[in-house]
């Protein structure tokens, strides 16, 4: 098997780096909410669902902001089955710990996670745990079966799945193509497929172009939050 660039000692230095650091509007944020991802349970799946070896520093804080976000959502809605969407899995952590949060909430539902990259193939993620090869999407999450086992793995565009989709989103996270016209189509899609309250997280909101597809959507309550200056989600709120 073809082996990756970066080695294991460069992971784990990445790593702990990234779980030393701090960030206090996060802290706040779950704080307020009242709900917080497990810190051993993040760190753990973070190293190798989200700690990629690259010019820029890891940061897994997207996860708490969903995990908060969507308990929260989980305590007042009366949906029997609560449906989440997942638009660019990446190496799947953001589909994996909404998982987390219907499992610690004791709820039913079903996370549809899509990407471009085929989860089938063993294609290169950037992950420690493909250092002695690569491995297809469903090896690499080999610890999370319980997880895993709340989550279907899609292969396509996330402006493409509402073409054929119409069933009702409670909670959808985006962070797929950052390009402006991809994320305006994957914003109205959701739209399209959300009630009163249902809610959207958008990555990477320092994007211009995904700044500009957010503030362009209507009939939403819009709430920035800074992890850092190059890492800014976007809480909305179907009103």
């Not at 098997?1 to 080695?7: D, L, N, R, Y």
């Not at 650091?21 to 917080?36: A, N, Q």
């Given at each position: 098997?073809?082996?990756?660039?970066?080695?294991?000692?460069?992971?784990?230095?990445?790593?702990?780096?990234?779980?030393?650091?701090?960030?206090?509007?996060?802290?706040?944020?779950?704080?307020?909410?009242?709900?917080?991802?497990?810190?051993?349970?993040?760190?753990?799946?973070?190293?190798?669902l989200a700690c990629p070896v690259k010019v820029n520093p890891p940061c897994w804080q997207h996860g708490r902001v969903v995990y908060a976000v969507l308990r929260r959502y989980l305590s007042s809605t009366p949906a029997d089955v609560v449906r989440c969407l997942d638009i660019g899995t990446a190496k799947g952590y953001s589909a994996i710990v909404a998982a987390r949060a219907l499992i610690d909430a004791g709820r039913v539902g079903l996370v549809t996670s899509i990407d471009v990259i085929d989860p089938d193939a063993k294609?290169?993620?950037?992950?420690?745990?493909?250092?002695?090869?690569?491995?297809?999407l469903h090896e690499t999450l080999a610890d999370w079966q319980q997880e895993k086992s709340m989550v279907n793995f899609v292969l396509g565009k996330g402006e493409n799945w509402f073409v054929m989709n119409r069933k009702r989103i409670h909670f959808a996270f985006v962070d797929g193509k950052h390009a402006y016209e991809s994320v305006r189509k994957e914003l109205v899609g959701l739209a399209g497929c959300q009630d009163v309250g249902d809610v959207i997280i958008c990555d990477d909101l320092q994007v211009p172009g995904v700044a500009r597809a957010v503030k362009e959507l209507r009939g939403y309550d819009k709430t920035d939050v800074v992890a850092l200056p190059e890492r800014v989600y976007s809480v909305l709120v179907k009103k």
């Open positions: 098997m073809s082996k990756v660039t970066a080695t294991k000692e460069q992971y784990d230095a990445a790593w702990r780096d990234e779980c030393a650091r701090s960030y206090p509007e996060i802290d706040l944020l779950v704080k307020t909410i009242g709900y917080d991802l497990d810190r051993e349970w993040m760190q753990t799946a973070a190293r190798v294609a290169r993620r950037n992950t420690v745990a493909e250092v002695d090869g690569l491995l297809t």
